[in-house]
Every structure is written in structure tokens, then in C-alpha cells.
């Protein structure tokens, strides 16, 4: 899948992601007009004229020329053996003769009265034959062929409609259009969580973390495909990543996720509290510097929202450039499906919240989208084991971190790539440090640590 910018062209795989809204197609101009022309071309001439024709007499401000386009629309798809005439129940088309002879007989022309006798003579006995007059207003002339369009399109939607997506007019005309036409036209798939999980984080307000912004992490750190990934610096201990397209999140345009996986000869459980042990995280962190919580939110009773810890975290860049701010929700759950564990760090653009931390002069605010996984590995076969609760000394731990940082201020995007693609070896030299002054201490971890009670709280679940 291509990145998942709103400003890129379409592809015809993105079609498999939304799910297309028929009402909203017919909203549409572009569409409408490519459904009509491929409804003229499949033996719905008289359907695809019909809709074309009404569409223009409901835009006619003028009470005589609306008249003058009722009767002919009348004649030619509505009265008995019209040229084009549409498949309507006769009730319907009752109601459209009625209201036309009082809008004929007000502007002192008439429909031929032998055409309307002979329209209500044909009613089947069930039907009212003596239609009493019905009041007259502008509202009834704009709406004269409403329920004729209605009964129309849901014969369409039922038989053509998917005729039409699976089309080349369609598909044609979608490779033209950027990604926010689809938007436009149709919702993600709830399956399509690169599609969801950008619908979602484009402001960034939201505190909470759901199960959905977890599994798109968890894709993106355990996707291998040459296609989407580009491996940009390894040696025998890590190996860095770079996507192979940008992404657009808010107002954070055309950057990379930068992603790096390491191997630590510890068993997960004492990586896991050493990488998330605040004291740790200044320390193998050399530019991290500060770490304020802020806010503790439990997970909702039908476990849509995770429990999350949101922090206020500064980070000490060098000369020239000034330092930045993140304001990160992070979320811990172990995925029994691929047996890892996913501790979001997704940004938090809560206005109301970041004005109410004391200012700092020369700080700029950043955004940074990503977080940290962790898999037990077998050191032998180097496959993926069960690591929930597993204290096994003889398993190793594969940790990744994934991140999508756009710094803000004036500092050159391809210096942050650049630094990103070295930070993989530095990290496994000092985490290697820490794990091995922690593990003199027995691996001890602060009982009130926020990050491993979100875990605590999350438990397992199925991403």
C-alpha cells in the first residue's frame, strides 16, 4: 500500500480499503456524471437520461421554464409508451400527473385531457381512480419527480451499482483523482486500519488510544516487504529501515517512518522495565531530558479506548536548533496474535492541555507518531516465542522502535533522516549499558510506573 497522504493520485488497490457510498456518489458531480455515461452505455439509457434530466429541472429557478421541463420530462419518460419511459409503480406516477395538471392548469396551458383520463382509467381497482386536488406550492414543483427518482435509483443501487465500481469508467476516472476523493465519497473499511488510523490521528486531539491505532503499529513494525521498506543501515546486532513512500499526518506533510530493530541477549521482561524505567530512558536516551506526567486515563468499560498515560516530554537538540516539546499518549498491550508487546508513542495536540504547562522560551512544539515493540526470541532458532509472563533466562528479545517525527521550526527534513538512520547502533551500545547496570540491581522497576500499568491494565488482546 502507498503512503497514505490525501494529496497522493489513487491506485486501484486503494479502492479495496473503502467501502463506497452510494448517496454520496450520486452527491458527487464527477461521479454522477461517470455513473450516468456508464448507465447509457449498459442498456440504462432511459435511467441515466432521467436522473440527468431531473437533476436539471430541480436547479430551474424560473416557474415557467420549470413548467415547460416538467411537461417534457413527462412526455418523454413518465406517460404511457413513452420514448424513454421508466419502470415506476403507478401510484407514483398518478401523483406526477396530478400535480402537473394544477401546475399546467395555474399557467393556463393544459395537459391533454384525454392523456391524463386515460392514465387514471388505467389504475388497477385498487388504486383511487378520483385523486383529489393536492395544495400547490413551489416546494411540490421542485420535488414533482422525487419519488419517480427514488424508485429509480434504488433499482440502480440493487442491480448496477457494483456493476458500476468494478467498471473501467470507474476505475478510470479514479486513478485521475487524489486520495480524498475516495474520502469523499466513501469511509475506510474498518479492516484497512493505514486508512483508519489516518482518519483518526489527522488532528491529533484524541487522548485516548484504541486497539485500531495499535494494530497499525504492530503492521508497520513487522512488515518485511522490500516494496514498502527500505533497509538503510545494518550490522550483526541492528538493522534501520527507512518507508519507501511519505506520509501526511495533520498538518505534518511528506515525511518518512524511520523504524530499527535491535536484539538484546535478555529475556523480554528485563528489557521491557529497563526501556520503559524512566531513569533508564534519560540515560540510553542522551537527548531526552525531562519526562512530566501529566494525565492517567483508564480504559473505558467496553474497551474501545485503552488505558494511557499522556506525558509532557523535552528533548535538548544541539547548537544551532532551539529544543522541542512532545506531548505523547502512551499505551502498553501484549498482542497474543504475533506474540509482541506495543507501547504507543503517539503525539497529543490538545490545545487546552499544552497551554496549561509553564512555557519555556526558544522550545518548539513537535509532532512524532510511532512506538516500541518487543518479541522473545529463541537464540537457536531465532523464532518468535510466547513472551506474556515468561521469564525464561534463555530467551533473547528483538526490540523495534518506530517513529515519524517532523520537528517543526526550520530544521531540514533530511538531516532527521540522517540522524535517524545512525541511531539504531548508538541505542544498542547504550541500552546494552543499562540492561547490564539494571541487571546488578536485579532489574528492579519503580512500582508506580504509568507505562507497565497501562500494560497491567490493557492486558492481552487480539491486533
Known amino acids: 500500500m502507498l503512503a497514505n497522504s490525501k494529496h497522493r493520485l489513487c491506485t486501484i488497490d486503494d479502492l479495496n480499503h473503502f467501502d463506497i457510498q452510494f448517496e454520496a456518489l450520486l452527491d458527487n458531480e464527477t461521479t454522477f456524471n461517470c455513473f450516468t455515461n456508464f448507465l447509457s452505455q449498459s442498456y440504462n439509457k432511459e435511467s441515466a437520461s432521467f436522473l440527468i434530466q431531473v437533476n436539471e429541472y430541480r436547479k430551474i429557478k424560473y416557474e415557467k421554464t420549470r413548467l415547460q421541463k416538467a411537461n417534457a420530462i413527462y412526455e418523454e419518460f413518465v406517460k404511457e409508451n413513452a420514448k424513454h419511459q421508466i419502470n415506476?409503480?403507478?401510484?407514483?406516477?398518478?401523483?406526477?400527473?396530478?400535480?402537473?395538471?394544477?401546475?399546467?392548469?395555474?399557467?393556463?396551458?393544459?395537459?391533454?385531457?384525454?392523456?391524463?383520463?386515460?392514465?387514471?382509467?388505467?389504475?388497477?381497482?385498487?388504486?383511487?381512480?378520483?385523486?383529489?386536488?393536492?395544495?400547490?406550492?413551489?416546494?411540490?414543483?421542485?420535488?414533482?419527480?422525487?419519488?419517480?427518482?427514488?424508485?429509480?435509483?434504488?433499482?440502480?443501487?440493487?442491480?448496477?451499482?457494483?456493476?458500476?465500481?468494478?467498471?473501467?469508467?470507474?476505475?478510470?476516472?479514479?486513478?485521475l483523482q487524489n486520495l480524498q476523493f475516495l474520502y469523499d465519497i466513501g469511509n475506510p473499511k474498518e479492516s484497512s486500519v493505514d486508512f483508519s488510523f489516518l482518519e483518526s490521528f489527522t488532528n491529533l486531539k484524541n487522548e485516548f488510544i484504541t486497539k485500531n491505532d495499535l494494530k497499525f503499529l504492530k503492521d508497520k513494525f513487522l512488515q518485511q516487504d522490500e516494496k514498502l521498506w527500505d533497509l538503510v543501515d545494518q550490522s550483526k546486532n541492528h538493522k534501520t529501515y527507512l518507508s519507501t513512500t511519505t506520509f501526511d499526518f495533520g498538518d505534518s506533510i511528506g515525511l518518512y517512518f524511520i523504524k530499527f530493530e535491535v536484539t538484546f541477549p535478555y529475556p523480554i521482561?528485563?528489557?521491557?522495565?529497563?526501556?520503559?524505567?524512566?531513569?533508564?530512558?534519560l540515560c540510553y536516551d542522551p537527548n531526552l531530558k525531562e519526562i512530566i506526567e501529566l494525565k492517567y486515563i483508564n480504559k473505558s468499560v467496553d474497551n474501545s479506548n485503552l488505558a494511557t498515560i499522556v506525558t509532557h516530554e523535552r528533548y535538548k537538540l544541539t547548537w544551532p536548533f532551539d529544543d522541542r516539546d512532545f506531548f505523547v499518549r502512551?499505551?502498553?498491550?501484549?498482542?497474543?496474535?504475533?506474540?509482541?508487546?506495543?507501547?504507543?508513542?503517539?503525539?497529543?495536540?490538545?490545545?487546552?492541555?499544552?497551554?496549561?504547562?509553564?512555557?519555556?522560551?526558544?522550545?518548539?512544539?513537535?509532532?512524532?507518531?510511532?512506538?516500541?515493540a518487543f518479541q522473545s526470541i529463541d537464540p537457536v532458532t531465532q523464532q518468535v516465542v510466547n513472551g506474556f509472563n515468561h521469564n525464561n533466562d534463555n530467551t533473547h528479545t528483538k526490540y523495534y522502535q518506530l517513529f515519524y517525527l517532523d520537528f517543526k521550526g526550520k530544521i531540514p527534513k533530511g538531516i532527521v533522516t540522517m540522524l535517524w538512520k545512525k541511531r539504531a547502533k548508538a541505542f544498542y551500545k547504550l541500552g546494552m549499558k543499562?540492561?547490564?547496570?539494571?541487571?546488578?540491581?536485579?532489574?528492579?522497576?519503580?512500582?508506580d510506573n504509568k507505562v507497565l500499568l497501562t500494560l497491567e491494565e490493557n492486558g492481552m488482546a487480539e491486533l
Open 330 to 372: 502512551s499505551c502498553a498491550v501484549y498482542d497474543k496474535t504475533d506474540n509482541v508487546y506495543i507501547i504507543s508513542k503517539l503525539s497529543l495536540e490538545n490545545k487546552e492541555l499544552i497551554e496549561q504547562q509553564p512555557k519555556k522560551k526558544g522550545v518548539i512544539i513537535a509532532t512524532s507518531i510511532g512506538g516500541w
Open 434 to 447: 543499562y540492561l547490564k547496570i539494571n541487571e546488578e540491581r536485579g532489574f528492579k522497576c519503580e512500582e
Open 88 to 175: 415506476i409503480k403507478s401510484e407514483i406516477k398518478t401523483k406526477i400527473i396530478t400535480i402537473l395538471k394544477q401546475m399546467n392548469n395555474n399557467n393556463n396551458t393544459h395537459l391533454n385531457d384525454m392523456t391524463v383520463e386515460r392514465k387514471l382509467s388505467n389504475l388497477t381497482p385498487s388504486e383511487p381512480n378520483n385523486v383529489k386536488p393536492l395544495p400547490l406550492s413551489v416546494t411540490s414543483e421542485k420535488t414533482l419527480f422525487d419519488e419517480a427518482e427514488l424508485s429509480v435509483l434504488i433499482s440502480l443501487k440493487e442491480n448496477q451499482f457494483k456493476n458500476f465500481l468494478e467498471s473501467n469508467y470507474f476505475k478510470d476516472l479514479l486513478l
Open 269 to 281: 521482561k528485563q528489557v521491557l522495565n529497563t526501556m520503559c524505567e524512566k531513569e533508564y530512558r
